[in-house]
T-cell receptor, first 107, second 119 residues
Framework: GIQVEQSPPDLILQEGANSTLRCNFS?????LQWFHQNPWGQLINLFY???GTKQNGRLSATTVATERYSLLYISSSQTTDSGVYFC?????????FGKGTKLSVKP | SAVISQKPSRDICQRGTSLTIQCQVD?????MFWYRQQPGQSLTLIAT?????????ESGFVIDKFPISRPNLTFSTLTVSNMSPEDSSIYLC????????????????FGPGTRLTVL
């Protein structure tokens, strides 16, 4: 099955810093999503991005489908950005999740 | 996007008992999915539930342990049977956005999860 690798596993930032999270896939996927899991466990949809580039406020994402990777950019980080960021993708409607990047933003 | 609710939001159960988790969607959807998130871990797909057919289970998950019902296009249940402490997890249901537009694979949205502790 498809393997999803995320890096880095942990990231500590000072408030206001920028960061890039990466997601690599072992095979082609038809759907690809980025999520933020808040401290209460709720999964929040950030981007649905099987290919191309999207932006939403301070967040943006780019997927290069031909090279099987996706990047999530966080600019001007805030303490509320803390949590775990997951990427997930699949080829048959289901989603295979990476292990996540745990982000801590310090004031 | 679909609005998804789950019941219960959390529960503490004794080993050997069973718990049924409900997932309700505010619109009709074809595909519903059940995931498990063990403490400190990522999400793992348990099964895919389509209305009118048997659920399709992923490797490592069996129907006797996790029976699923899908009686209509807005509702599904997952039962965790004969529980042990290793079943302590967050259980989440998700649905594919039905659109429009209708695409081959659509964005998935997740319910708030059921936090289960087995003693």
């Amino acid at each position: 099955g498809i393997q999803v690798e995320q890096s880095p596993p942990d990231l500590i930032l000072q408030e206001g810093a920028n960061s890039t999270l990466r997601c690599n896939f072992s095979d082609s996927v038809n759907n690809l999503q980025w999520f933020h899991q808040n401290p209460w466990g709720q999964l929040i949809n950030l981007f649905y991005i099987p290919s191309g580039t999207k932006q939403n406020g301070r967040l943006s994402a780019t997927t290069v489908a031909t090279e099987r990777y996706s990047l999530l950019y966080i600019s001007s980080s805030q303490t509320t950005d803390s949590g775990v960021y997951f990427c997930a993708g699949g080829s048959q409607g289901n989603l295979i999740f990476g292990k996540g990047t745990k982000l801590s933003v310090k004031p | 996007s679909a609005v998804i609710s789950q019941k219960p939001s959390r529960d503490i159960c004794q080993r050997g008992t069973s718990l049924t988790i409900q997932c309700q969607v505010d619109s009709q959807v074809t595909m519903m999915f059940w995931y498990r998130q063990q403490p400190g871990q990522s999400l793992t797909l348990i099964a895919t539930a389509n209305q009118g057919s048997e659920a399709t289970y992923e490797s490592g998950f069996v129907i006797d342990k996790f029976p699923i019902s899908r009686p209509n296009l807005t509702f599904s249940t997952l039962t965790v049977s004969n529980m042990s402490p290793e079943d302590s997890s967050i259980y989440l249901c998700s649905v594919e956005d039905p659109g429009p537009p209708v695409k081959s694979y659509n964005e998935q949205f997740f319910g708030p999860g059921t936090r289960l502790t087995v003693l």
